[in-house]
């Protein structure tokens, strides 16, 4: 019974079985877009200003008493690529957990943005950075200190995630 009205939705009708008009809407879709103005950004004299949805270079957010990772490993365990090395170390202070090593190969990072999505503490975001040159792939693993933005660099892209979470 239900494969009977499955059927009789698919039957396409003349015009559809032609194809003639989605064509000829689609050619004036393209011939519309042919005439208007043209958008070229002259890169680097005209620098552009990404939203706080973009999902840049990851980054690790600095706040004034210090870093807010805790090396949980959440981040190295969701990469896909395997981009993101973290070794753990004890302290005593109410945080208990510190990264000794925090290391993401940009090389194999895909800006997927899980890293941010895992991590409990919002320590990791993807920045606004877009332009990422390096002259030698060792030069393309960051360390701790290279990740390690303010956290009012970042203010926008975090009040993004806190608004998307809800």
């Given at each position: ?23 000829a809407r689609g ?26 949805s973009y999902r ?87 360390d701790k200190d ?21």
């Open positions: 019974m239900n494969i009977e009205k499955n059927t009789e939705k698919q039957r396409l009708n003349f015009w559809e079985k032609i194809y003639l008009p989605e064509i050619l004036g879709m393209t011939f519309v877009e042919m005439f208007k103005p043209k958008v070229t950004r002259q890169y680097p004299e005209e620098v552009w200003n990404p939203t706080g840049g270079r990851p980054v690790l957010v600095l706040e004034e008493d210090g870093e807010r990772c805790v090396a949980c490993g959440l981040c190295s365990r969701v990469c896909p690529a395997l981009a993101i090395e973290v070794a753990a170390g004890e302290t005593e202070k109410t945080k208990e957990r510190y990264p000794i090593k925090f290391e993401i190969n940009m090389l194999r990072c895909i800006y997927c943005g899980f890293c941010e999505e895992v991590c409990p503490e919002e320590a990791i975001v993807m920045s606004k950075d877009y332009d990422l040159v390096f002259e030698k792939q060792e030069d393309a693993i960051l290279q990740l390690l933005i303010p956290m009012a660099q970042l203010q926008d892209r975090l009040e993004f995630l806190r608004q998307y979470r809800r």
